[in-house]
């Protein structure tokens, strides 16, 4: 049974996974799978590889992200990395001041 506690955690985590990517993105440009595994070791969850590719798509087609294959070296495939974009610097500062004021609201006593 999962308890009201878990459900949050999902809520917070996986349920609003843009919020990490664009906060991610806001260091530097990130390929898809790097951005899997930094949420991983900053944020200590993973999200499934196909959630990050599909918010990722998500973010590019409504202008948060743009996007810009890059070729590497050693013979490895190129990769598509992703870049914030002034209107999803924009969405992370609305979002996280929205998390803030919930949890005053939450603190308030």
């Known amino acids: 049974m999962v308890t009201p506690l878990?459900?949050?955690q999902n809520k917070i985590t996986k349920e609003v996974l843009w919020l990490y990517i664009l906060r991610l993105l806001?260091?530097?440009p990130m390929y898809a799978y790097e951005l899997k595994e930094k949420i991983?070791?900053?944020f200590s969850f993973?999200?499934?590889t196909v959630s990050s590719y599909v918010v990722l798509y998500k973010?590019?087609?409504e202008g948060y992200v743009t996007s810009e294959w890059q070729e590497t070296t050693g013979?490895?495939?190129a990769r598509k990395y992703y870049k914030l974009t002034p209107k999803g610097e924009e969405l992370?500062?609305?979002g996280i001041n929205f998390l803030e004021e919930t949890l005053k609201k939450l603190k308030e006593e």
């Open 6 to 8: 878990e459900r949050l």
């Open 26 to 28: 806001k260091e530097r």
């Open 40 to 42: 991983k070791e900053a």
């Open 46 to 48: 993973e999200p499934a």
């Open 59 to 61: 973010l590019e087609k």
């Open 75 to 77: 013979g490895k495939p």
């Open 92 to 94: 992370l500062k609305e």
